[in-house]
C-alpha cells in the first residue's frame, strides 16, 4: 500500500531524540522546549513562541486568550478542521460560517466582508493545504474593523505571503506538529504571539496554572497541554530542514499537475501559486467533476494499493454541530462540492516519481471505471 504520508525523518532527526534521550531531557521542563520555542518563532517572525500538545489545544488557548462572551461572533471557513470549530465553541461564542473560493479553496476577504455585523469579535483564518489564504486582506480588514485575527498556519509552515510569514499575520497564530506536517514532533504544536501579556497568559493556561512561589495553589483551573522534551528535540532538528521539506514537496506537487493537465474536464487540481505564492503541497488534493462518485474511486485506488484520504467535511453540515448554530445545505456551495467530491493522494519523501506515475495512472482508471 502506498500510503497518503509518511513522517519524513532523517538520521539527523533520530540522533537529535536518542541525545535527548541519553541526557534525560525528556519532561515538559527540559531546556530543549525553550530553544526549540526560541528557534521556531525566529523562523516565523514573532516574540514569543510557546510549545504546546498539538494544533488543536493551540487553537483551543488561542481562543481562550481573547475573552469572548456568549453572543460574541466569530467568522471562520467551514472548509477547515473540525479543532477550529470545537476552540470557538469552547468558549460560548456564535461560529459564523464563511464559504471559500472554489478554486484557491481558502475563505477570501469577499465572504467575510458580508459577514461582518455588530457583534463580529474576531476572524479565524486558515491557510488551507499548504496555499496561503488572502491574508494581507484579511489582516487589513480585521484592523479597519477593530476584529482579533487568529491565524490557523498549521498547514502552512514556510509559506509567505505578501512579504510576511504565514504564522506572522495573527494577533495569535497556531501550528501543528502533528505527524503529516512539514514539521513533526509526532503530536505537538506552537501558538505564535507578539504581546507579553498573551505569551504569560498561554504559559499559565498549558501548565495548570502553576506558580512557582506557591507551586500548588492554584487560582484558575487550567490544563496540562505541555509538549515534552522528548518531541521539542525532534522538532529542533526537523527546523532546520523545513526549505528542503517545501522545495521537495513543490516539485512533486507540481510534477503531479502536470501529469494531470489534460483532464481538467474531469479533475480539478490545486492551484500552483496564489497572489505571486507558490503552492507548498501540504497535501495534493483532487476534486472531482462530472459527477464521479469520490467514494468508488477511493475504494477503487484503495484495491490497488494507493491510499487515499477524504477532504474535510464542511463544518456547517457536521452532526456534532449543535442544532442553534446549523446552516441549511446549499448555502455555502464552494465548501460543500469541495468537501463532497474532494480527496488527496500520497505525497512526500516516501514515494517516487515512479509512484506517482502509478497513482495518477491508477486515479484516472478509477474514474473511468466508476
Not at 534525560?24 to 504546546?52: D, L, Q, V, W, Y
Not at 452532526?319 to 456551495?333: A, I
Not at 516516501?350 to 491508477?362: A, G, L, R, T
Not at 484516472?364 to 466508476?370: F, G, H, T, V
Request: charged share 20%; with cysteine; glycine share 6%.
Amino acid at each position: 500500500m502506498i500510503k497518503v504520508f509518511e513522517p519524513s525523518l532523517t538520521l539527523s532527526d533520530k540522533l537529535s531524540v536518542i541525545r535527548t534521550l541519553f541526557n534525560n531531557n525528556i519532561s515538559g521542563t527540559s531546556p530543549i522546549i525553550e530553544e526549540f520555542e526560541t528557534e521556531t518563532a525566529k523562523i516565523f517572525n514573532r516574540k514569543h513562541g510557546i510549545a504546546i500538545s498539538n494544533g488543536s489545544t493551540a487553537l483551543e488557548i488561542a481562543f481562550q486568550l481573547l475573552d469572548l462572551k456568549r453572543g460574541d461572533e466569530v467568522i471562520l471557513p467551514s472548509f477547515t478542521i473540525i479543532s477550529c470549530l470545537s476552540a470557538v465553541l469552547r468558549t460560548g461564542a456564535t461560529p459564523i460560517f464563511s464559504d471559500v473560493d472554489s478554486n484557491t479553496w481558502n475563505m477570501d476577504i469577499t465572504h467575510i466582508e458580508k459577514l461582518l455585523t455588530p457583534n463580529t469579535k474576531a476572524v479565524l483564518m486558515v491557510h488551507t493545504y499548504g496555499l496561503a489564504a488572502d491574508a494581507t486582506k484579511i489582516k487589513d480588514f480585521c484592523e479597519t474593523n477593530n476584529l482579533f485575527l487568529v491565524e490557523d498556519a498549521a498547514e502552512a509552515h514556510g509559506q509567505i505571503e505578501g512579504g510576511k510569514k504565514c504564522g506572522s499575520f495573527g494577533d495569535i497564530s497556531t501550528l501543528s506538529f502533528y505527524a503529516n506536517k512539514h514539521v513533526t514532533t509526532g503530536e505537538g504544536g506552537m501558538i505564535l504571539v507578539d504581546s507579553d501579556q498573551y505569551s504569560a497568559k498561554s504559559r499559565q493556561m498549558i501548565n495548570l496554572d502553576f506558580n512557582n512561589n506557591e507551586r500548588f495553589k492554584h487560582n484558575n483551573l487550567y490544563w496540562n497541554y505541555r509538549l515534552s522534551g522528548l518531541q521539542a528535540s525532534l522538532g529542533l532538528s526537523q527546523i532546520k530542514h523545513l526549505d528542503k521539506t517545501i522545495s521537495n514537496k513543490i516539485s512533486q506537487g507540481l510534477y503531479y499537475t502536470s501529469l494531470l493537465s489534460e483532464y481538467a474536464d474531469l479533475i480539478q487540481c490545486p492551484l500552483s501559486e496564489f497572489n505571486n505564492v507558490k503552492n507548498h503541497y501540504w497535501v495534493y488534493g483532487i476534486v472531482l467533476k462530472n459527477g464521479a462518485n469520490r467514494e468508488k474511486v477511493t475504494d477503487e485506488l484503495s484495491s490497488r494499493g494507493i491510499q487515499t484520504r477524504p477532504f474535510f467535511w464542511p463544518l456547517h453540515l457536521q452532526n456534532s454541530l449543535p442544532v442553534e448554530f446549523k446552516v441549511s445545505e446549499n448555502k455555502l456551495p464552494n465548501a460543500e462540492f469541495i468537501g463532497k467530491n474532494g480527496f488527496y493522494i500520497p505525497i512526500g519523501n516516501h514515494i517516487s516519481k515512479n509512484d506517482q506515475d502509478y497513482i495518477i495512472e491508477n486515479v484516472l482508471e478509477s474514474i473511468n471505471a466508476r
